[in-house]
């Protein structure tokens, strides 16, 4: 069993900033990727960053330049930092962790989601 407990959401004034963190734990033998994906009211769910086991990142089109993911694998600690936060950036924020939980066979895990509200 995995658990991903996410931490750092808020209200914000625009412009402003927040530091997203989500620690995982449980039966997971080696991990693919960790990453942050957001869902606004009415709105499907969308990748905003996500780390390779390697370092490679990878951000959707509007986080890049404001937002920086990170991990700790010591502490298996996936981090978002946030900077200059729009309206826009209001939503319901998801950690992801993909990993195998055997020698062949992986899985997506979620969290909970942290709210994230940005005001104008």
């Known amino acids: 069993q995995v658990q991903l407990v996410e931490s750092g959401g808020g209200l914000v004034q625009a412009g402003g900033s927040l530091r997203l963190s989500c620690t995982a734990s449980?039966?997971?033998?080696?991990?693919?990727?960790m990453g942050w994906y957001r869902q606004a009211p009415g709105k499907q769910r969308e990748l905003v960053a996500t780390i390779t086991s390697g370092g490679s990142t990878n951000y959707a089109g509007s986080a890049l330049g404001r937002f920086t993911i990170s991990r700790n694998d010591a502490k298996n600690v996936v981090y978002l930092q946030m900077n200059s936060l729009t309206s826009e950036d209001t939503a319901v924020y998801y950690c992801?962790?993909?990993?195998?939980?055997?020698?062949?066979?992986?899985?997506?895990?979620w969290g909970q989601g942290t709210q994230v509200t940005v005001s104008s």
């Open positions: 449980g039966s997971i033998l080696a991990t693919v990727a």
């Open positions: 992801n962790v993909r990993g195998y939980y055997s020698a062949t066979d992986w899985s997506d895990y």
